[in-house]
């Protein structure tokens, strides 16, 4: 994610596309919802913060996200872009076909080694920016709206292969510095795992 925020592409709707992938990834919407997505959508929540308050365009759900600082922050950049004004949005959002096309484009400068999409952004949010950071799993579905804790089992499955994937790597690293895992990743690995051990046992 780091890297993908601070890269400066040449052209302009490369960056434009990058930071509504970012965007996505910080409040988990989905294409569609990103592309819907007007200044009356964006409330004052609960705690006085700004919050996305809307219906879901797929399955009719109220979608509740705080908003974090970094989404709010692109909210601003865009706000008087001339189709934001023109569309009533506030992001100005191409076909899903096009942000796909340029994403793939995206990943390709960046040298990563996968390829982006829309729906990538949405399951960076389930796991990398929320699961990752201890939200619950249950607060987690609330705000992907999803109907049942399962559906969003996958992102936590997920997060769990991440996380195996890093901690080999963090296993090998460990073996050359003869270096200790530090108590905080080995609770937060283990916080996870719970969790998803849970949700298997009462399917």
């Not at 009533?88 to 076909?97: A, D, F, K, R, Y």
């Not at 952004?121 to 607060?139: D, E, K, Y």
């Not at 200790?180 to 996870?192: A, G, H, K, V, Y």
Request: positive net charge; aromatic residues 6%.
């Amino acid at each position: 994610m780091a890297e993908l925020e601070k890269h400066q592409f040449s052209i302009d709707r490369l960056n434009t596309v990058r930071d509504i992938f970012v965007f996505q990834c910080y409040t988990g919407l989905a294409y569609i919802d990103a592309f819907q997505l007007k200044r009356a959508d964006i409330k004052d929540g609960v705690d006085g913060n700004q919050w996305i308050l809307y219906e879901r365009q797929k399955t009719n759900s109220t979608a509740r996200i705080p908003l974090l600082p970094k989404a709010i922050k692109i909210l601003e950049k865009y706000k008087d872009h001339p189709l934001c004004l023109k569309r009533g949005t506030v992001l100005p959002v191409s076909s899903n076909q096009k942000m796909n096309e340029y994403l793939k484009e995206i990943a390709e400068l960046c040298g990563f080694p996968f390829t982006l999409n829309t729906h990538m952004a949405r399951r960076t949010f389930g796991s990398t920016i929320t699961l990752n950071n201890n939200v619950p799993i249950n607060v987690v579905k609330e705000m992907l709206g999803h109907s049942s804790v399962k559906q969003t089992e996958a992102y936590a499955i997920t997060e769990q292969a991440t996380i195996g994937r890093e901690m080999t790597l963090l296993n090998k690293k460990l073996k050359l510095e003869k270096t200790e895992i530090s108590q905080e990743d080995l609770t937060t690995l283990n916080r996870l795992e719970n969790e998803i051990k849970l949700i298997n046992s009462s399917c």
